[in-house]
């Protein structure tokens, strides 16, 4: 695709429950990126794929974090039993290469307000 | 570990008239640098990216950043500011040696008054 796709947009979900938040990234890119941005923050690394590997998940909060990259394209980053706190920006970026000297594209992201 | 700080959340200017935030870095090897900008409820768009080449590195938009090695500072300009800048804008610094992962400063919000 054009650009850095992520769904849902908006995302409200009662503590407890379960969300799942898809990233698909420039077709392609080696390299994709889930950042979390909570209200007035900069965004803050969760989690980084190269293809299908998952090279680095230091920034992940909490094992209630979770994401996958099975096929090397799509992502997705689940959040299991939601607490007030994951209530958040989650940005998704990706990378044609393994080396950040090309710079990141951003998606959109996806507002999650957890109730 | 890396760090990125932006001095001023907050940036109020006159349409035209110049635009300055500060960008100060820290890092333990030769750092890759880059700035971004964020319009509400969008993702984040690079404006300029230094990557140990020419020190005065120009953007889009017409805006440009200076690398200073002995001040470890990366301060983002535009001489003329102009109503659509008003955004939020975001310093970062890339860490070649964990993962090229972004390590993002707080962010410095600007107001473009008439």
């Known amino acids: 695709g054009a650009g850095v796709s992520q769904s849902p947009r908006y995302k409200v979900a009662k503590r407890g429950q379960d969300v799942a938040l898809r990233c698909d990234p420039i077709s392609g890119h080696v390299s994709l990126f889930w950042y979390q941005q909570a209200l007035g923050q900069g965004p803050e690394f969760l989690t980084y794929f190269q293809n299908e590997a998952q090279l680095d998940k230091s920034g992940l909060p909490s094992d209630r974090f979770f994401a996958e990259r099975p096929e090397g394209s799509v992502s997705t980053l689940k959040i299991q039993r939601t607490q007030q706190e994951d209530s958040a920006v989650y940005l998704c970026a990706s990378n044609s290469g393994a080396n950040s000297n090309y710079g990141y594209t951003f998606g959109s992201g996806t507002r999650l307000t957890v109730v | 570990a890396q760090s990125v700080t932006q001095l001023g959340s907050h940036v109020s200017v006159s349409e035209g008239a110049l635009v300055l935030l500060r960008c100060n870095y820290s890092?333990?090897?030769?750092?890759?640098l880059f700035w971004y900008v964020q319009y509400p409820n969008q993702g984040l768009q690079l404006l300029l990216k230094?990557?140990?080449?020419?020190?005065l590195v120009k953007g889009i938009n017409g805006f440009e950043a200076e690398f200073k090695k002995s001040e470890t500072s990366f301060h983002l300009t535009k001489p003329s500011a102009h109503m659509s800048d008003a955004a939020e804008y975001f310093c970062a610094v890339s860490d070649r040696a964990a993962g090229n992962k972004l390590t993002f400063g707080g962010g410095t919000r600007v107001l473009v008054k008439p």
């Open positions: 230094y990557t140990s080449a020419a020190t």
């Open positions: 890092s333990s090897v030769p750092p890759y």
